[in-house]
């Protein structure tokens, strides 16, 4: 991956935090900086914690068919909130359907990004 893409992504995640920080009440980014600084942290999370935390908790995952896979995705964003200063979520509901919309802003946004390259 070469630096443009690298970029592409990153504003792609910022423009999905800002479309979802839009719709969901008691989701707040104070200002863009914030807004760069959370996708940052989320991409960075994404990349490194989240696969070793899935793998910790897969017996319990296919147990409960997915859900802890669906909690492993909502505390870690829910983690990103509380690290990244000016970030805010309100409940964990609130953290819940954040991360669904999060994932599908995000994953139609580098669908669409990845069509017009």
Do not use: C, Y
Not at 1 to 9: C, D, F, K, S, V
């Amino acid at each position: 991956m070469n630096l443009w893409q690298l970029a592409g992504r990153l504003i792609v995640n910022v423009f999905a935090l800002l479309v979802v920080e839009f719709v969901i009440p008691g989701f707040e980014l104070a200002d863009i900086q914030t807004t760069i600084v959370a996708a940052v942290f989320i991409g960075t999370v994404n990349t490194f914690i989240k696969p070793i935390v899935q793998i910790v908790a897969l017996p319990i995952s296919i147990l409960t068919l997915g859900l802890a896979a669906f909690l492993v995705n909502v505390g870690l964003l829910w983690l990103v909130a509380l690290i990244v200063p000016g970030f805010n979520i309100d409940s964990f509901l609130t953290a819940a359907i954040a991360s669904i919309l999060l994932a599908l802003v995000s994953a139609f946004l580098h669908k669409v990004a990845k069509d017009k390259v």
